[in-house]
């Protein structure tokens, strides 16, 4: 993910290799893969693996919310801003 030094970018050139399985647990772990081989490829942008993983998975899920008519949940902007804000110490 070198070229890509931007999460959502990188994000976006990973997922179009293939369709995301619907089960929130292995999506997860496809995050939790996705966000250790972009912190290897973009080590100065985010302490740590946990924070792109966190941030990463958010991504999915707010895109999802976005463009799911059946998402149950609804994502506002302050909790979406909430929830990536607290895993970074600045």
């Known amino acids: 993910f070198t070229p890509f030094p ?4 990188a994000l976006r050139q990973f997922l ?3 369709r995301l399985p619907g089960e929130s647990q292995k999506i997860d772990r496809l995050m939790e893969q ?8 973009n080590p100065t942008i ?9 941030l990463a998975f958010s991504v999915i ?4 919310d976005a463009h799911n008519p059946m998402s149950e949940c609804v994502l506002t902007k302050e909790s979406f801003i909430e929830m990536n804000t607290s895993t970074e110490d600045s």
Do not use: G, P, R, Y
Not at 34 to 41: E, G, L, P, V
């Open 61 to 64: 899920m707010l895109n999802t």
């Open 16 to 18: 179009a290799a293939f």
């Open 46 to 54: 985010v302490k740590s693996v946990d924070t792109a993983h966190v």
């Open 34 to 41: 996705f966000a250790f081989k972009w912190c290897q490829d």
């Open 6 to 9: 931007l999460i959502d970018e």
